[in-house]
């Protein structure tokens, strides 16, 4: 067979060059622009390592599709998507379409089909970012959040009873498997061992009598195994009031899918804003393939207008390198990140104090980054 019909080719490495098979849904509102930009430097990242390419594959899905058909995807989506070696995901969401049928049927669902039970969140104030806390310095605010991401608060469990009634009754159940916590909370207790870190576990048991007593039994047991990384377990409302008064004590955290949520976006707010936050939806057995996306989500108000800040969705495909054991291009990508914020401010779209639009501050970047 001709080796270009198996998705390979001679790379200038003169060995096979490995091809990795991208799905891209880009979806709704400042999604495509932004994604547009994430595979301009993937494409120029992979053509600066010359030992491998990308083949990207668009999906026309998200709140559009569903105004046309009913659905967010099609029937028969997640059997698509599973064929990909990683999924490229926008923004979901947009006036028209309830966000409950929106992001659980695409995003949650997603997450949730193929396993991504871990959700890295990196925390990490860049040089030349702003951060709005006062004494703060660039090493202070350094943390990788380990969002369980696949069941807790957001296992879609519950019950609506007497719709309508004066005795209308919900009830959203949250569903904490020994399974799922285990797994997560090994994870993050891997990644301190093998990063040399502190590892900090963030729950709730004066309050969830089942749930986080639970989680805070699951975190001692597994750290049974670990005895070489420096734990410390915070309650939710303290770890906030933490991560504004002195970020510097956290390195690696755990915690369940919405209070990794909640702490991800004050982690965005602390650590450059919104504009910079990205996030790594894993299925660490790679029997299913994972999912990058930027966090920030659709901002109809500015979809359509080139404003939006393609950084995070930057950042998202230095998450995806890593992934493929590319680690040298995605440190290449926060360093090129890091000067553009220091040195081409200029370069940087309005929210981050430039004037350039998103797709003339991908072109900065991938010029930046060659
Ligand atoms: C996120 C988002 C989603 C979540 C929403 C859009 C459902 O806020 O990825 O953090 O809550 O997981
Ligand atoms: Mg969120």
């Known amino acids: 067979m001709n080796p270009i019909d198996r998705g390979e080719q001679f790379g ?19 999604g495509p622009e932004v994604m547009a ?14 030992g491998f390419r990308f083949e990207f594959t668009d999906f026309p899905w998200g709140c559009q599709y569903y105004l046309k058909t009913g659905q967010m995807m099609p029937e028969d989506g997640i059997e698509t998507l599973r064929g990909y070696d990683a999924i490229l995901l926008g923004a979901v969401g947009y006036p028209g379409v309830p966000d409950n049928i929106s992001l659980r049927d695409l995003l949650i669902r997603i997450r949730h089909d193929f396993d991504q039970y871990i959700n890295l969140r990196p925390v990490k104030l860049l040089k030349g970012a702003d951060c709005p806390l006062k004494d703060v310095k660039t090493e202070d605010v350094n943390m990788t959040f380990i969002r369980e991401n696949t069941e807790g608060e957001y296992s879609g469990q519950g019950a609506w009873l007497y719709k309508g009634q004066p005795n209308e009754v919900v009830i959203q159940d949250s569903v904490f498997s020994r399974k799922g916590t285990e797994r997560v909370i090994r994870y993050a207790y891997e990644l301190a061992k093998k990063e040399g870190k502190t590892l900090t576990s963030v729950s709730k048991a004066n309050a969830l009598n089942y749930s986080m007593v639970f989680w805070d039994q699951i975190f001692r047991e597994v750290g049974q195994d670990y005895p070489e990384v420096e734990t410390h377990s915070l309650l939710v409302d303290a770890a906030s009031m933490f991560m504004v008064k002195d970020p510097a004590r956290f390195q690696i955290v755990v915690t369940s899918n919405l209070f990794g949520d909640i702490l991800t976006d004050l982690g965005a707010a602390i650590a450059g804003g919104m504009g910079l936050a990205a996030g790594a939806n894993l299925n660490p057995e790679r029997k299913f393939p994972s999912m990058f996306e930027p966090i920030h989500g659709s901002a109809p108000d500015i979809a359509g207008t080139q404003t939006a800040n393609p950084l995070a969705a930057i950042w998202s495909a230095s998450q995806l390198l890593d992934f493929f054991g590319h680690e040298d291009l995605g440190k290449k990508i926060l360093d090129t990140m890091e000067e553009m914020l220091t040195n081409h401010r200029h370069a940087l779209t ?12 991908g072109d900065a970047f991938v010029e930046l980054l060659n």
Not at 37 to 50: N, P, Q, S
Request: include cysteine.
């Open 12 to 30: 200038r490495k003169g060995e096979m060059m490995k091809e990795y098979r991208i799905a891209v849904v880009a979806g709704d509102g400042i």
């Open 37 to 50: 930009e994430c595979k301009k430097v993937l494409a120029a990242a992979a053509e600066l390592d010359g």
């Open 350 to 361: 309005p929210d981050q104090g430039g004037s350039a639009t998103t797709s003339a501050c």
